[in-house]
């Protein structure tokens, strides 16, 4: 073999072996948004605070203007809205049974806002959903039917009115989220709409709307369907 022949079997050599070692380097896992700087993730809340940085799953939005989120207790997944702020003070959970979770919003632009609260709860309370509604019913004096609707994670009952307050009216949604999976489940929540100015004539909240905003964060809920479950709800 001549000189020319031999720097070229060299040169190959090189490349192969290169090439190879690049292919065989491990792949880099994916960073959560927790392990990520602040500076790389959405500039809201939900990726902003610490408190709710730790729960949130991607920095991808599942549907627009939302985000997915996880359970502290890791029962279930929920819909975190880019407009929100996480209410940690307000939050916070009871073992691997019970967990509340607070979300608010105001804008004086839309001169709109609202403070929601979901509970969760497994067995106890959450084996006779009538318990709860029938106290939903006597907190807020809500004398209707409940209203139903299904998804392929729940049967949720809800209900909706307009109180009046003394220089104001409040839009309040309130109900019950009871798990399709064997395992006793269920979410209660608490929604209270309002105008930021009580006064102005801008002041313009449709409750048939808000009911349908809500309704589609509660859609959202994927339970986990077993008590203590480390691994996420899918949509399957």
């Not at 996880?70 to 967990?99: C, L, Q």
């Not at 949720?156 to 839009?171: A, C, I, P």
């Not at 309130?174 to 105008?195: N, R």
């Amino acid at each position: 073999m001549n000189k020319s022949k031999l720097l070229l079997v060299v040169v190959l050599a090189v490349l192969v072996g290169g090439c190879g070692q690049m292919d065989s380097s491990p792949e880099e896992t994916e960073k959560t948004p927790a392990e990520m700087d602040p500076a790389d993730l959405p500039q809201i809340d939900a990726f902003q605070s610490e408190h709710s940085r730790e729960l949130m799953l991607s920095t991808e939005p599942v549907a627009e203007g939302f985000y997915l989120m996880r359970s502290k207790i890791d029962a279930f997944t929920i819909w975190f809205p880019e407009e929100a702020v996480f209410m940690y003070n307000a939050s916070g959970v009871d073992g691997d049974h019970y967990e509340k979770m607070r979300f608010a919003y105001e804008s004086e632009e839309e001169n709109r806002g609202y403070l929601v609260d979901f509970q969760y709860n497994y067995s106890g309370y959450a084996e006779r959903p009538d318990w709860i509604l029938d106290n939903l019913r006597k907190r807020w004096d809500y004398e209707e039917d409940w209203k139903e609707v299904e998804d392929g994670y729940g049967l949720t009952y809800f209900g909706s009115k307009v109180e009046e307050m003394d220089d104001y009216q409040r839009y309040v949604v309130i109900g019950y989220k009871v798990s399709s999976q064997k395992e006793p489940q269920g979410m209660e929540f608490l929604y209270i709409a309002s105008c930021v100015d009580k006064e102005s004539e801008s002041c313009q909240i449709d409750l048939a709307e808000e009911e349908e905003y809500l309704l589609q964060w509660v859609k959202s809920i994927r339970f986990s369907g077993t008590r203590g479950d480390k691994g996420e709800a899918d949509d399957e």
